[in-house]
Nanobody
Framework: QVQLVESGGGLVQAGGSLRLSCAAS????????VGWFRQAPGKEREFVAV????????AYADFVKGRFTISRDNAKNLVYLQMNSLKPDDTAVYYC???????????????WGQGTQVTVSS
């Protein structure tokens, strides 16, 4: 079993950047694909990005392509989400999740963090 903790959220102006981190404990993160999801107030949780165990494969939701980058450092048991050119619509709680499968579907993830709030002001 793996435990996940997100960090790096905060308040930023539109056009700014944040880097979220997802730290794992309990098991080595290299055994899992890791996804980032987000949930805005009143909306369903949605897929943002996913990275394969080795980091050699990644996928993004269309609304973040070209602005967000997912990466990982397996030696440090960390996964990152670099978010650039942030928009007010990016305001949400961001969650990382881990599973042995590479998936964009939140229902397929077994392990979840508690989330970190990202607020983008206009």
């Amino acid at each position: 079993q793996v435990q996940l903790v997100e960090s790096g959220g905060g308040l930023v102006q539109a056009g700014g950047s944040l880097r979220l981190s997802c730290a794992a404990s309990g098991r080595t993160l290299s055994s899992y694909a890791v996804g980032w999801f987000r949930q805005a107030p009143g909306k369903e949780r949605e897929f943002v990005a996913v990275i394969w165990r080795s980091g050699g494969l990644a996928a993004y939701a269309d609304f973040v392509k070209g602005r967000f980058t997912i990466s990982r450092d397996n030696a440090k048991n960390l996964v990152y989400l670099q978010m650039n050119s942030l928009k007010p619509d990016d305001t949400a709680v961001y969650y990382c999740a881990a599973d042995t499968r590479y998936s964009t579907t939140l229902g397929e993830y077994d392990y979840w963090g508690q989330g970190t709030q990202v607020t983008v002001s206009s």
